[in-house]
Each structure stands twice: as structure tokens, then as C-alpha cells.
């Protein structure tokens, strides 16, 4: 395959579901579309969902589908202009005006104009993803924006309106070509919508059991069929109850992974106890489901199984 093709995007929904799928993400319908959308728009994508539905896999996805670079800003409290954007080489600077006092260089618009250049400029992921070299812009993933607070927020309006940044030493900084544009947030606190205009909008749910049935068969082929369906049964089961945090679908490929390594063809309830630190990350749902609930859960599940043959 050659750059080009791969570089090419995909001309139809159906299209960018099967480049998904090829990159082993199942996507429904209404997230193909909206996905699809984005690109022909040149709009960003706002993903929204909990933690652990495969928000920050699409943009990883659509960077391999595509052959595109992915350029990826992991967003966290405190995060400022500094290490999103762009900051000043400040050692090369003070390398350079004291080179200019040793050679007698007395002109300071000059030496101020050297200080504040391209060649000490050093770009974060933000600026890399507006000036990206190459004929194709690359896919920029802001990943977990509702980390950040609002003062940053406030700045990314005019990256996601115009692609563009403005660095008062240098001037407007333009993409030429606008990347594509990946958020996501596990909603822990509400975006502004003045951000959200600027995008178009997906929720991004957990998938029933058919789906991640699929995925599991993709992604942990070495699981028994009968395991799979057990652990995907259990799953969709756990996150019907009143967990402090359900386990998303990564968990349940972890799960599926580290029973498949202990040679386990199919759930009992000591090796559920022994593993649920792989589809739980506290400790009062593990307490909760290593008593008599999970034992409970899983005679429902191995009945309905049964019964649907």
C-alpha cells in the first residue's frame, strides 16, 4: 500500500468503518458517522464517555488507519501554555547574548530579534500539531481535557476555531493544513460550550454484549468461545450494579487476557476471586463481588447461558 493511499481519507461511513475495523476497533454506525464527518469538516471530534469505552483508541486507530503521525497532549491539572504550546530554549538564549558581549555586538533590536527565533523555539504538542511537516496533517489527540481548567480551555478556542497560535514574540502561527482533531473527556466536570461549538459532539457508551463479544474475539484470540461469552456476560452484568467504578472495555480485555494465561477455559468462582484485580481498580467493589454477590452473578449468567444453548 502505498503513503498515498493510506494517507487517503475514507470517502463514505461505510468506508471509515472499515478502516476502523482493520485497525480492530468495531464502531457503530452513529459513531462511524460522526467520525466521517469530522473528517470531510475539518472540524474537531469531542468524545465524551466514561473511562475505559476506547475514546483515546479511535484517534490511535485513525493514526494507523490513516498513516498519519499521531501527536497526542495528555491533559492534567496545572497544565499551561508551556508544556502544551510552545517555550523559549532559555540556556540557547543566554548562550547567544553572551556571545554577543564577547564579539561587541551592540545592536539590541538585533540581538532580540536572534533571541526570538524558529531556532530556539522549542514546540510542544500543540504547536507540533499546527506546524506538522509533510503533505498530510496529522492526528491530534487533546486527551482527558476536563483535567485542565477553564484559563486553559479559554486558550484552545482560537487553536480549534482558526488552527492557528499566536506567540507574541513570533507572530501567528497557521496550520497549513488542519490536523485531525481528537477530544476526549471522561466528563469529570462540564466543558464550556463555547469549546464544544467548535467541535462536533459523540457520546461514547459502553457496547452491549454482541459488541464486545466481537471484540474480544479480535483482540484476546487465544480465549476459549466459551470463556468469552462468560466473561463478556459478567462484565455487561457488573456494570448493571451499583459500583463505585464499572470496568470499562479495556478491563474486560485484560480480564479475558489474564485468564487465557492461566489456561482457565471457563469462570469459577475462586478464579474470579484470584483475578478481579485486572477488571476492578477498588478495593470496596473487589470486596463486594469476592462475597456472595459475584458468586450469585455467576450462576445467573452460566443459566442463561445454558439456557440460550
Known amino acids: 500500500m502505498s503513503s498515498d493511499i493510506a494517507r487517503r481519507l475514507p470517502a463514505s461511513i461505510d468506508d471509515t468503518q472499515a478502516l ?30 466514561e473511562a475505559g469505552v476506547g475514546k ?14 499521531l501527536i497526542r497532549l495528555q491533559c492534567y ?11 523559549w530554549n532559555f540556556p540557547a538564549q543566554m548562550l547567544d547574548i553572551r556571545l554577543a558581549e564577547a564579539s561587541g555586538l551592540a545592536d539590541r533590536d538585533r540581538l ?67 490536523p485531525i482533531v481528537i477530544i476526549t473527556t471522561n466528563r469529570t466536570r462540564e466543558i ?3 469549546l464544544k461549538r467548535r467541535c462536533l459532539y459523540h457520546w461514547v457508551d459502553y457496547p452491549d454484549a454482541a459488541q464486545e463479544l466481537a471484540i474480544l474475539r479480535r483482540k484476546v484470540p487465544g480465549a476459549s468461545e466459551a470463556l468469552s461469552r462468560q466473561v463478556v456476560a459478567y462484565v455487561q452484568r457488573l456494570r448493571t450494579i451499583d459500583l463505585f467504578k464499572n470496568p470499562g472495555v479495556a478491563e474486560t480485555i485484560d480480564w479475558a487476557t489474564a485468564l487465557t494465561e492461566l489456561d482457565r477455559l471457563a469462570l469459577d468462582p475462586e478464579t474470579i476471586s484470584d483475578t478481579l484485580g485486572t477488571l476492578l481498580k477498588y478495593q470496596e467493589d473487589i470486596a463486594r463481588i469476592r462475597g456472595g454477590e459475584g458468586e450469585a452473578i455467576l450462576s445467573e449468567i452460566r443459566a442463561e447461558l445454558l439456557a440460550a444453548g
Request: hydrophobic share 45%; aromatic share 8%; with cysteine.
Open 192 to 194: 464550556h460550550d463555547a
Open 112 to 178: 532580540e530579534t536572534s533571541l526570538y527565533c524558529e531556532r530556539h523555539l522549542i514546540r510542544r504538542p500543540v504547536l507540533q500539531a499546527l506546524g506538522a511537516a509533510g503533505e498530510a496533517a496529522p492526528v491530534f489527540l487533546i486527551d482527558e481535557l476536563d483535567r485542565t481548567d477553564e484559563a486553559f480551555e479559554a486558550f484552545l478556542l482560537e487553536v480549534l476555531s482558526d488552527f492557528q497560535v499566536t506567540i507574541p514574540e513570533l507572530g501567528t502561527i497557521r496550520a497549513a493544513e488542519p
Open 20 to 49: 476502523l475495523e482493520e485497525q480492530d476497533y468495531l464502531a457503530g454506525r452513529g459513531l462511524a458517522t460522526v467520525i466521517f464527518l469530522a473528517l470531510r469538516m475539518k472540524r474537531p471530534l469531542f468524545l465524551e464517555g
Open 56 to 69: 483515546t483508541e479511535i484517534a490511535k486507530a485513525l493514526s494507523r488507519g490513516l498513516n498519519r503521525p
Open 77 to 87: 491539572e496545572g497544565l499551561d501554555v508551556a508544556s502544551a504550546v510552545y517555550e
